[in-house]
């Protein structure tokens, strides 16, 4: 089955480490995107590529990191310029430019701070 | 920047029962595009319904239907024959003709009561 897949479900940060959280797609789609998720709120998009090897700042984008190496793979690296990285974090794709293609979203990452 | 305004933080209705949820959106652009997504408590985001702003006609799929009123800047859902299933967050979503990311509403909380 087609999909996107967000590994890992949980994810703990210590202080002042790098964390990496992968989103994988076979839906063959250009577009990708991360959002973050706090308690109360809605999405608010992170980084956003609509082609390998370029992509985007969203709206939050500082302490945060993207690499677009391959169609299928868009990883978020959490640095630890981010202090406050404990949200619920989703990857969404479409299926190009036109937007009023949908975004298809993954089942997310919860990150942790220990 | 655009904003979208979910201004009812829960409802409640009946089973069965018709319920109107509530998003207004700001925006200078005229190509743009509208959506509702449900996120159960699994937290996987769900595509309910989407509307392109060029389209005087309201986007209806079975029991939901949006409200439309482009000069206005509102899009409101409507979801008929409520069932228990439909219990959920509702984010109400944006996205501009650059397919640069969807802009999120806070959300609404729907509860179904049995």
């Known amino acids: 089955d087609g999909g996107i897949t967000q590994s890992p479900k949980y994810l703990f940060r210590k202080e002042g480490q790098n964390v990496t959280l992968s989103c994988e797609q076979n839906?063959?789609?250009?577009?990708m995107y991360w959002y973050r998720q706090d308690p109360g709120q809605g999405l608010r998009l992170i980084y956003y590529s609509q082609i390998v090897n370029d992509f985007q700042k969203g709206d939050i984008a500082e302490g945060y990191s993207v690499s677009r190496e391959k169609k299928e793979s868009f990883p978020l690296t959490v640095t630890s310029a981010q202090k406050n990285p404990t949200a619920f974090y989703l990857c969404?794709?479409?299926?190009?430019?036109?937007?009023?293609?949908?975004?298809?979203f993954g089942d997310g990452t919860r990150l942790s701070i220990l | 920047a655009q904003t979208v305004t979910q201004s009812q933080p829960e409802m409640s209705v009946q089973e069965a029962e018709t319920v109107t949820l509530s998003c207004t959106y700001d925006t200078s652009e005229s190509d743009y595009y509208l959506f509702w997504y449900k996120q159960p408590p699994s937290r996987q985001m769900i595509l309910v319904i989407r509307?392109?702003?060029?389209?005087?006609q309201n986007a209806t799929e079975n029991r939901f239907s949006v409200n439309f009123q482009k000069a206005a800047k509102s899009f409101s859902l409507k979801i008929s024959d409520s069932q228990l299933g439909d219990a959920a967050m509702y984010f109400c979503a944006y996205m501009g003709g650059g397919a640069d990311g969807l802009t999120f509403g806070k959300g609404t909380h729907l509860i179904i009561q049995p």
């Open positions: 969404a794709s479409s299926i190009g430019w036109a937007s009023n293609q949908p975004q298809h």
């Open positions: 839906l063959n789609h250009d577009a």
């Open positions: 509307q392109e702003a060029y389209k005087q």
